[in-house]
């Protein structure tokens, strides 16, 4: 069992940054792929980025050069830094585990980004 939690999310605006941290408790997290999904109001759930076990990241085209995602497996903890945010990238923003075909999901944290 792992459980996920979010946080540094909150308002900023355009341009501006923000670093979320998701914090994992319970066993297998060096051995978990983790990634970072968003949900803005009234859209479908998308991937924005994963690192993988082994430190392989991969980010969505839509934030290609402007986030980046990191994990510190000694502090259980997968980092996803905000630059350049937009007004489209308002979202909730989710923590995802995946450990031996079991995902796992974090609550979630709200990022605003005015113009």
């Known amino acids: 069992q792992v459980q996920l939690v979010e946080s540094g999310g909150g308002l900023v605006q355009a341009g501006g940054s923000l670093r979320l941290s998701c914090a994992a408790s319970?066993?297998?997290?060096?051995?978990?792929?983790m990634g970072w999904y968003r949900q803005a109001p009234g859209k479908q759930r998308e991937l924005v980025a994963s690192v993988t076990r082994g430190g392989s990241t991969s980010v969505a085209d839509s934030v290609k050069g402007r986030f980046t995602i990191s994990r510190d497996n000694a502090e259980n903890q997968v980092y996803l830094q905000m630059n350049s945010l937009k007004p489209e990238d308002t979202a909730v923003y989710f923590c995802n585990c995946r450990l031996y075909s079991i995902v796992y999901w974090g609550k979630g944290t709200l990022v605003t980004v005015s113009s």
């Open positions: 319970g066993r297998g997290f060096r051995l978990s792929d």
